[in-house]
Every structure is written in structure tokens, then in C-alpha cells.
């Protein structure tokens, strides 16, 4: 039986940090500036997929398969992706007062600046 050692392995990586958003990837929360911020997983999981790919253009179906664990190839996730970008946006207004961190990309998708 092979041991690990605790010096020489990794740990998972549990928390994400975007300017003051830090969220806490074990138990699928939010905070901004400390202050627990109220998301639904699928809010949640949309923001970390699009802060793995800060800047880049994420595609529906990148965010399909990240967020409903479905491509919208098989099942049309297009209203269920909308629904939770908007609640989402909301939330992050509400919060940093900028209407401008997640941008539609016209026929392609969204992104997170940077």
C-alpha cells in the first residue's frame, strides 16, 4: 500500500478569486467583499465557467455542458441559460454596481472581462 505525503501532494483547488468576487468552489458559494452573496448552483457554476476562461468568448454550448451538464445539442438549453445569465447579472449589478462585467457576444456567446 503507497502512502501520501502530505508535503509533496496537492491540494484540490477550492477557491476562485476574480477581482473582489472570491468564490468558495467546495461549497459552491459566493462572496463579494466577504459578504455571502445568494446564488443558485447554476448561477454559481456559470460564474466559475466563465472566470475559467476570463476574457475569452464563452460559447452556449461550453456553458451548457458546464452549468446543465447537458449540450444543447441534445437538448435545447438556450431558455435555461438566458434565465440564469440574467439572474446572474443582476446579482453581480447589484453588487459591483457595473452593468458591464459579463458581455454578450452576438451569435457566439458570452464573456467575462477582464
Not at 440574467?86 to 459591483?96: A, E, G, P, V, Y
Request: one cysteine or more.
Amino acid at each position: 500500500m503507497q502512502t501520501l505525503n502530505p508535503e509533496t501532494t496537492a491540494a484540490p483547488l477550492r477557491i476562485l478569486q476574480y477581482r473582489d468576487i472570491v468564490v468558495d468552489l467546495l461549497w459552491q458559494q459566493l462572496h463579494w467583499q466577504g459578504q455571502l452573496v445568494d446564488l443558485s448552483p447554476q448561477e454559481c457554476r456559470l460564474f466559475v465557467a466563465l472566470v475559467d476562461r476570463v476574457g475569452e468568448i464563452c460559447d452556449r454550448d461550453y456553458l451548457a455542458q458546464r452549468v446543465l451538464g447537458v449540450s444543447r445539442y441534445y437538448y435545447d438549453t438556450s431558455k435555461a441559460l438566458e434565465v440564469n445569465m440574467s439572474k446572474l447579472r443582476q446579482k453581480l449589478h447589484r453588487l459591483t454596481g457595473s452593468r458591464s462585467l459579463i458581455e454578450t457576444v452576438v451569435g457566439e456567446g458570452y464573456r467575462l472581462g477582464r
